[in-house]
């Protein structure tokens, strides 16, 4: 396809993610007016910052007066699964992908974009991706504004009905390769299963869910590399 028909198609398969991005975006712009930050703020936060955990962490040190030292040391935790998936995207990228564009491309890793992504076939053509960023960035930036603006008005049980708008949608992303693959269908399971069980040990269950997630990934896909390896394509 040429540079224009993957970006109209990235844009299509990019809808329903900034349909869901809007949804939960909404829900955390009603926790940045409770830290006392503008629409101008929420819009410019979420626009530079693709990360809802990220920006909630954010937002809470805000709220707590805290430093930028800690700023700094909260997003990071919560935020450093992105530096996994950055280097899984960045093989699906072909050798002669400039470096502009896999600046750009690291700027909008989110885990939806990296599902529909890592999930195209061959090397990911730059500009499907940017499809997906120009559907999905500025529903999430939006939204966050009209949290902070509406969120005092509509009733808090619509609101969590919009925050699990985005786990429906991503479901959607990871079933179709699951019922393709066994053992692909394995390693969500267990990783639904893990999960679970990290949330009620209490030792593990202290951790930020940020760290427990990379910590499963490691483990996870780590053990299915080892005893399942893919066969590399020419």
Not at 26 to 35: D, E, Q, S, Y
Not at 73 to 82: D, F, K, P, Q, V
Not at 89 to 104: A, C
Not at 107 to 120: H, Q, V
Request: aromatic content about 10%.
């Amino acid at each position: 396809m040429t540079k224009k028909q993957e970006f109209i198609t990235g844009f299509k398969d990019g809808i329903p993610i900034g349909l869901g991005y809007f949804a939960v975006s909404f829900a955390l712009g009603i926790a940045m007016k409770n830290a006392g930050l503008t629409w101008i703020d929420g819009f410019f936060m979420s626009l530079l910052n693709l990360a809802s955990a990220g920006e909630y962490a954010g937002t809470q040190v805000i709220l707590a007066s805290g430093s930028y030292l800690q700023m700094i040391l909260m997003t990071a935790i919560a935020n450093a699964r992105y530096m996994l998936m950055s280097c899984s995207l960045s093989q699906k990228l072909s050798t002669e992908t400039p470096t502009k564009h896999r600046l750009l491309i690291g700027y909008a890793i989110t885990d939806e974009l990296f599902g529909i992504a890592i999930n195209r076939k061959g090397y990911l053509e730059p500009f499907y991706f940017y499809g997906g960023m120009a559907a999905s960035v500025l529903p999430w930036a939006v939204g966050t504004s009209c949290g902070i603006v509406m969120g005092n008005i509509l009733p808090s049980a619509l609101v969590s009905a919009l925050s699990v708008a985005l786990y429906g949608m991503f479901l959607a992303i990871i079933i179709p390769p699951a019922k393709k693959n066994k053992v692909v269908l394995v390693l969500v399971i267990l990783s639904f299963l893990a999960s679970y069980v990290c949330t009620i040990i209490p030792i593990l269950s202290s951790i930020s869910s940020g760290t427990r997630i990379i910590i499963l990934t490691i483990l996870l896909a780590g053990s299915a590399a080892f005893l399942k390896p893919i066969k590399e394509e020419a």
